[in-house]
């Protein structure tokens, strides 16, 4: 991959981890504000249910943090835009629209119709 690619790869990843960590921030002074605020019975029930939505949200988003920080990770050592099974680069189009992707869209292609045989 050509420098400047990398370097506009680091960027976008950069920008993503950032908006990402400062949502995260938003939804854990979501969660501690809904444990004070709420008292009686009926509101602690709706706050349980949104508290586990918030929760999933917060599952999602530090998952997709680790992706974005391992992606990072193989920027800085030089196997960003590799497919892990493969070897072959991944696709720059492929990339920019998802810049955490590991596996070249040939290869998650497989491992999706696999998957899919395995659950049938
Ligand atoms: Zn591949």
Do not use: H, W
Not at 91 to 116: D, F, H, W, Y
């Amino acid at each position: 991959m050509k420098k400047k690619d990398i370097e506009f790869f680091r960027e976008l990843l950069t920008q993503q981890l950032d908006d990402l960590l400062r949502r995260s921030n938003d939804t854990v002074a979501q969660l501690k504000d809904q444990e004070s605020s709420y008292s009686d019975l009926i509101d602690q029930a709706s706050a349980y249910t949104d508290q586990n939505f918030l929760l999933r949200i917060k599952d999602r988003e530090s998952r997709l943090i680790n992706k974005i920080r391992s992606a990072l990770e193989r920027i800085e050592d030089g196997s960003f835009g590799i497919c892990e099974i493969c070897d072959e680069e991944i696709s720059i189009g492929r990339l920019k629209a998802r810049p955490v992707a590991t596996q070249c869209i040939e290869c998650k292609t497989k491992m999706e119709a696999l998957e899919k045989a395995a659950s049938f």
